[in-house]
C-alpha cells in the first residue's frame, strides 16, 4: 500500500513554517498590545454590547445583577455590574465603561472585570436565532431541561443549577459546543447528503468526486452554523481543524499527525490571538491531542474496539488536566464516557425530535438524570505535578514506553481519586 504524502516534507519545512507562524502571531499581539495600551488610557468609553449572560448577587446586603458582557466594537469579553434588575436587562444594552488604569495586557485578551454605567437598554430585538431559542423553550415545561437543549443547540450558558449538576455528571465537555458536536454534525449531514446525491451524481456526472461535492456543501452548513451560535473558541478551532482535514483528504495528504495539530493551533493563534487565553479552547486541544496519541499507537485495531478505547482513553489521560482547574470530583463521573457514548445517538435524535416537535419525548430521563445527587470531594493537581504530567504526554509522541508509563499515571491517579467514594 502507498504511504499517503506528509503536511511536511521534513523538518526543516515544518519548522520554517512554525516559526513563520509564530512571527505572525507575535506581531498580532504586538498590535493589541497597542490597542490595550489606547483602551486603558482613556477616562471613559461608549460601547453596544451583548449580554451573553446575567445573575443576581447579594453582597453585603445591596443587590448586584452581574453581567457577563461583549463588546463587538472592541472585540472583548469582560464582567460589569449594575444595580438594574436581571429582568429589566435586555440581551443588548449600551454601556459607558470606565477603563481600570491597572488593567493588566492578559486581562484585557482575556476575560476582565470593567466598572461601567448603563445608558440605554435597547429592546429585545426579534431574530432567527430567537426564533429558534423560543421554538425549543415552548417544547419544555422545565426551565432547566429548555436550558440543556439550548446550551447543546446554541452555545447559550448554562444556569448556575444545570452547570453543577452536568459538572457533578463529568459531562461539561458534552454540554459545551465543541469538536464532538461538529463531528456528530458533519457525520449525519454527509450521510444524508450522500444518500441523496449519489443516485444524481451516478446518473448525470459519474466523474464527480462525492468527498468534495458532498464535504463542499456540508462545510458550508456547518460554516453558517458555528457563525449562527456565535462562534465559541472550542467550535472554531474545530470547524478550522475540519476544514483543514477536508482539504488534505481530497489531496491524499496524511492527517492524523501531530505537526497538522501544532500548525493548525498556530494558525488559529494567527487569525483569533485571544484564543490564547482561552481555557475551553486548550481544552479541547488537550483533547484532541489525547485522541492522537492514542490513535498513534493504536490505529492497527478493530474499529469498534478502537471507538471504546478512545472514549474510556480520553476520559483516564484528560482526568488530571481537568484537575489541574476544576478539583471537584463525584463518583458519577465515572458514567461520563458511557454518556458520551450514548450522546452521539442521543445528539441528532434530539434535533430531529425538536424539528417534529416532540423535543420533550427524553425530557423526564433527563430530569432524573440531572436531579442524581452524589457525594463529592475536592482535589486539586498541584502545578508540578500538572506540567510534569503535561511534559510526559508530549514525550510520549516519541517514546512508546513513555506512553505506556503515562497510561500507568493516568489509571493510578483514577483509580486514587474514585477508590475513597467505594471505601467510604
Known sequence: MLEKPKLFLNLKEFWFVIIFLFVLFSIRLFFLHQEYETFKSKPFYYTDVQVIQSYEKWNEDEYHTILKLYSPTLDMNFFSRTKIRQSDISDKIRLKLFPNKEMRFFEYLGTSFIQSQVKEIYEKQKSSKSSLLGLVKSQHSEPLIANFYEAIFFAVPLKKELRESVSSLGVSHLIALSGFHLAILWGV?????????????????????????????????????????????????????????????????ELLSFSFLVTIILLLLVVFPKMLLSLAFWFSVTGVFYIFLLLHYFSHINKYLLTLLITFGIFVLMLPIVHMIFPITSLFQLTSPILSLLFSLFYPLSIFLHIVGFGNFLDEKLLQLFSLQSAEKSFLVEGFEGFTYLFLSLISIYSKWVFYFLIFLSLSFSIWLFSGFLVS
Not at 454527509?190 to 464535504?215: A, E
Not at 456547518?222 to 467550535?235: G, K, Q
Open 189 to 253: 449531514l454527509f450521510f444524508l447528503f450522500r444518500l441523496l446525491y449519489r443516485p444524481i451524481q451516478q446518473k448525470f456526472f459519474p466523474y464527480r468526486f462525492d468527498l468534495f461535492d458532498v464535504g463542499f456543501m456540508v462545510l458550508l452548513i456547518l460554516a453558517w452554523y458555528v457563525w449562527f451560535v456565535d462562534a465559541p473558541p472550542s467550535l472554531v478551532r474545530s470547524y478550522t481543524m475540519l476544514l483543514v482535514a477536508w482539504l488534505l483528504l481530497i489531496f491524499g495528504m
